[in-house]
């Protein structure tokens, strides 16, 4: 796996669950997206807003890559009978680069978990990993950082 040395872009998405008849907006307006959670039956969309009037690539596979890794911590919740946050968020940004002649993708994320306690948030940031099929395919084919804020 071959590391950027020089970021040309960054897609950047923040996805929130809302409940599915409320009002979604994103922080920026300019590309509200609602997904549904595939196969979980919830009642819960996940929303993610990119910065840009027209949407890149970088954005749309961090939009549904955070989407999935979204539901993919609430599978993990429930394996543990724990409650989310109401306002339990995922930031993913993902960085197209070149090293040399070649180009990559690398990404980042940060798992916000008001009120939870840094080390159960970590549990389930991490498990989250282990069951998203984005993180499965991406998995030692890219850098991926992550981080937990609480």
């Known amino acids: 796996m071959s590391k950027i040395e020089k970021v040309l872009f960054t897609g950047k998405t923040h996805t929130s669950a809302t409940p599915r008849d409320a009002a979604a907006r994103g922080g920026h307006g300019r590309l509200d997206i609602k997904t549904s959670?595939?196969?979980q039956g919830t009642s819960q969309e996940q929303v993610f807003a990119a910065a840009?009037?027209?949407p890149t690539a970088e954005q749309l596979f961090a939009g549904a890559w955070s989407a999935?890794?979204?539901s993919a911590i609430a599978v993990a919740a429930q394996e543990k009978k724990?409650?989310?946050p109401s306002d339990l968020a995922v930031e993913v940004d993902?960085?197209?680069?070149?090293?040399?002649?070649?180009?990559f993708i690398q990404a980042r994320f940060n798992?916000?978990?008001?009120g939870m306690d840094r080390e159960v948030a970590e549990s389930l940031a991490h498990r989250a990993h282990e069951i998203c099929p984005y993180s499965?395919?991406?998995k030692g084919n890219i850098?991926?950082?992550?981080k937990v804020t609480v």
């Open 37 to 39: 959670a595939s196969g």
């Open 136 to 138: 499965k395919a991406t």
């Open 111 to 114: 798992v916000i978990a008001p």
């Open 52 to 54: 840009l009037p027209h």
């Open 143 to 146: 850098d991926v950082a992550a």
């Open 82 to 84: 724990l409650t989310l």
């Open 68 to 70: 999935c890794y979204s």
């Open 94 to 103: 993902v960085d197209v680069g070149q090293t040399g002649n070649d180009y």
